[in-house]
């Protein structure tokens, strides 16, 4: 791209930041400094504006940037991250979001902890969300790399890392200065600006080829370079039965994994009531709907406009399709129709980004403070001291992810994002099911169904071959890799159920019927709820 393109691209890449540091320095004028204004925004979103941030916190990079990608390179294979991160919302809506809304208070330990012996269940509820959430934002730094990276004309190491370090330093001051209620309104306005994209993106794209799906579909199969096999299963998932069985796993990560995301399920105390949560996931399934219907036509349109290999030249991952796609919907390179076009779906991916870091990085700084370090110190600590701890927190969560982020750059996003939802649904779902509907759950039980969960998890993302043993491999040099599905979730979920059972089979401790009763009580009437 010329300079002139990219000082356009660049001017509306800062024209977001400065809006949303508005917003941040707006909002710490206004708070209180207490507790539950930074964790909780004071409850008092509505319904459609939390709809919006939730749609805003999950529609991430892995969305708009890793799923386009991977449909633009392996068709029909790639949409099971559309379907899957759809469905997931049903898990959510039926079995999660009032009961969590009414039993908790700021983080996932405190549904937990409500009928439990407290400090063994937030420190491993605790550690338990960190690792998810730095894994999530790890995807999410890759993805702010290999965009600014295309941007500047190139693929500069140098311009990638010092993304990463960007967004990271970003991040920390949005939580840092506006907590909850700052992180809140950026990703409303990222969700509207996104969604407005995508929606003007999809309409060129069915433009092209004068409305006909159909159409659409076979320019992307002969462009492919794979024809007819582009729009069938298989193409990535399909060669052998290791393929096979990484498909299954996925799927159930994906599907499962929503559920037990502590960014996601913070978000259901920032409304005042159960219903108010409830009603904040309709509109959100709504919105993220419609979004991943898009995401099949712009991957598909990537495949048929840019070509798959063009695509694959440019990002081996794929991260950079849709920014290749409206270079050319606009005109082409060096057109201004195509540099304003590209540069404003830059600007819209990279404020995706931003929006979502937030919202993680506020909800693991509020693992660390609320259930980390709340255990380890003694219970009359004032509530101002624990929001201080949270804001330290956000700064070392930060580090750590800008750390793993450079680490990983060549990795797609949306693949990252399926190993974060994998750790997620190994230790945080079975937990928080148990706890909310089998009566004889005990503290052993939970304990071990976090750790039950969350070590194997780890274990085989390290001794698979997303670490060492093949050429997309973190360490491609290296091969120490002994489990061959790139994805743990097949046989870590289970593992965290199994745990989860096993521990509380096997305790000295009698479960609390009357603990379980106000919890049960208190989860589907609201009695109680704060």
Same mark, same amino acid.
């Given at each position: 791209?010329?300079?002139?393109?990219?000082?356009?691209?660049?001017?509306?890449?800062?024209?977001?930041?400065?809006?949303?540091?508005?917003?941040?320095?707006?909002?710490?004028?206004?708070?209180?400094?207490?507790?539950?204004?930074?964790?909780?925004?004071?409850?008092?979103?509505?319904?459609?504006?939390?709809?919006?941030?939730?749609?805003?916190?999950?529609?991430?990079?892995?969305?708009?940037?890793?799923?386009?990608?991977?449909?633009?390179?392996?068709?029909?294979?790639?949409?099971?991250?559309?379907?899957?991160?759809?469905?997931?919302?049903?898990?959510?809506?039926?079995?999660?979001?009032?009961?969590?809304?009414?039993?908790?208070?700021?983080?996932?330990?405190?549904?937990?902890?409500?009928?439990?012996?407290?400090?063994?269940?937030?420190?491993?509820?605790?550690?338990?969300?960190?690792?998810?959430?730095?894994?999530?934002?790890?995807?999410?730094?890759?993805?702010?790399?290999?965009?600014?990276?295309?941007?500047?004309?190139?693929?500069?190491?140098?311009? !990638?890392?010092?993304?990463?370090?960007?967004?990271?330093?970003?991040?920390?001051?949005?939580?840092?200065?506006?907590?909850?209620?700052?992180?809140?309104?950026?990703?409303?306005?990222?969700?509207?600006?996104?969604?407005?994209?995508?929606?003007?993106?999809?309409?060129?794209?069915?433009?092209?080829?004068?409305?006909?799906?159909?159409?659409?579909?076979?320019?992307?199969?002969? !462009?492919?370079?794979?024809?007819?096999?582009?729009?069938?299963?298989?193409?990535?998932?399909?060669?052998?039965?290791?393929? !096979?069985?990484?498909?299954?796993?996925?799927?159930?990560?994906?599907?499962?994994?929503?559920?037990?995301?502590?960014?996601?399920?913070?978000?259901?105390?920032?409304?005042?009531?159960?219903?108010?949560?409830?009603?904040?996931?309709?509109?959100?399934?709504?919105?993220?709907?419609?979004?991943?219907?898009?995401?099949?036509?712009?991957?598909?349109?990537?495949?048929?406009?840019?070509?798959?290999?063009?695509?694959?030249?440019?990002?081996?991952?794929?991260?950079?399709?849709?920014?290749?796609?409206?270079?050319?919907?606009?005109?082409?390179?060096?057109?201004?129709?195509?540099?304003?076009?590209?540069?404003?779906?830059?600007?819209?991916?990279?404020?995706?980004?931003?929006?979502?870091?937030?919202?993680?990085?506020?909800?693991?700084?509020?693992?660390?403070?609320?259930?980390?370090?709340?255990?380890?110190?003694?219970?009359?600590?004032?509530?101002?001291?624990?929001?201080?701890?949270?804001?330290?927190?956000?700064?070392?969560?930060?580090?750590?992810?800008?750390?793993?982020?450079?680490?990983?750059?060549?990795?797609?996003?949306?693949?990252?994002?399926?190993?974060?939802?994998?750790?997620?649904?190994?230790?945080?779902?079975?937990?928080?099911?148990?706890?909310?509907?089998?009566?004889?759950?005990?503290?052993?039980?939970?304990?071990?169904?976090?750790?039950?969960?969350?070590?194997?998890?780890?274990?085989?993302?390290?001794?698979?071959?997303?670490?060492?043993?093949?050429?997309?491999?973190?360490?491609?040099?290296?091969?120490?890799?002994?489990?061959?599905?790139?994805?743990?979730?097949?046989?870590?979920?289970?593992?965290?159920?199994?745990?989860?059972?096993?521990?509380?089979?096997?305790?000295?401790?009698?479960?609390?019927?009357?603990?379980?009763?106000?919890?049960?009580?208190?989860?589907?009437?609201?009695?109680?709820?704060?």
């Amino acid at each position: 791209m010329s300079g002139d393109h990219q000082t356009l691209a660049l001017l509306l890449f800062s024209a977001f930041i400065a809006l949303t540091l508005a917003i941040t320095t707006w909002v710490s004028r206004n708070r209180r400094g207490s507790a539950e204004e930074f964790y909780a925004g004071g409850r008092l979103f509505s319904p459609m504006e939390n709809g919006f941030a939730i749609a805003g916190d999950y529609m991430s990079a892995a969305s708009f940037l890793g799923i386009s990608g991977l449909i633009a390179l392996y068709g029909y294979d790639g949409m099971l991250y559309s379907v899957g991160f759809l469905v997931a919302w049903l898990v959510v809506l039926l079995f999660v979001a009032e009961l969590v809304r009414n039993c908790g208070r700021f983080t996932l330990a405190d549904v937990v902890a409500s009928r439990m012996s407290e400090r063994p269940v937030r420190i491993a509820a605790g550690t338990s969300s960190v690792a998810v959430s730095v894994l999530y934002l790890v995807a999410q730094m890759v993805g702010a790399g290999s965009l600014v990276a295309l941007l500047l004309g190139g693929t500069s190491e140098a311009a !990638r890392s010092w993304t990463v370090i960007g967004v990271g330093a970003l991040m920390v001051i949005y939580v840092s200065l506006g907590g909850m209620r700052a992180t809140t309104w950026i990703q409303i306005v990222k969700a509207v600006l996104l969604m407005a994209g995508a929606i003007a993106m999809t309409v060129l794209v069915l433009t092209r080829f004068h409305g006909d799906f159909n159409q659409l579909l076979n320019s992307a199969a002969e !462009r492919s370079g794979h024809g007819k096999d582009f729009l069938s299963p298989g193409l990535k998932y399909g060669g052998n039965w290791t393929a !096979r069985l990484d498909f299954i796993s996925l799927g159930l990560a994906l599907v499962l994994g929503t559920a037990g995301l502590p960014h996601i399920l913070s978000r259901f105390y920032t409304v005042p009531t159960a219903r108010a949560a409830r009603r904040s996931v309709v509109w959100a399934i709504g919105l993220i709907g419609s979004f991943y219907l898009m995401t099949i036509v712009l991957g598909f349109g990537a495949a048929a406009v840019v070509g798959s290999d063009a695509v694959r030249a440019s990002n081996a991952a794929g991260n950079t399709a849709v920014p290749l796609l409206s270079l050319d919907l606009g005109g082409g390179a060096g057109s201004t129709g195509g540099t304003v076009l590209f540069a404003v779906v830059a600007a819209v991916a990279f404020a995706t980004i931003l929006a979502v870091v937030a919202g993680i990085t506020l909800a693991s700084s509020a693992s660390v403070a609320h259930d980390l370090y709340a255990s380890l110190k003694r219970r009359h600590s004032k509530q101002r001291s624990e929001v201080a701890v949270a804001r330290v927190a956000a700064v070392a969560i930060g580090a750590a992810a800008i750390a793993l982020g450079l680490l990983a750059r060549d990795l797609n996003v949306a693949f990252l994002v399926g190993l974060a939802f994998a750790v997620a649904a190994s230790a945080n779902l079975p937990v928080l099911l148990y706890s909310l509907f089998w009566r004889n759950f005990t503290t052993r039980g939970a304990v071990w169904s976090v750790y039950g969960g969350l070590i194997p998890a780890v274990l085989l993302v390290v001794f698979s071959p997303v670490v060492t043993g093949s050429p997309e491999a973190l360490f491609p040099g290296v091969d120490f890799h002994v489990f061959p599905l790139q994805n743990p979730g097949l046989v870590s979920i289970p593992l965290g159920f199994l745990a989860g059972w096993i521990g509380t089979v096997t305790s000295a401790e009698p479960p609390d019927a009357a603990k379980h009763a106000e919890t049960e009580v208190r989860a589907l009437t609201g009695a109680g709820a704060v």
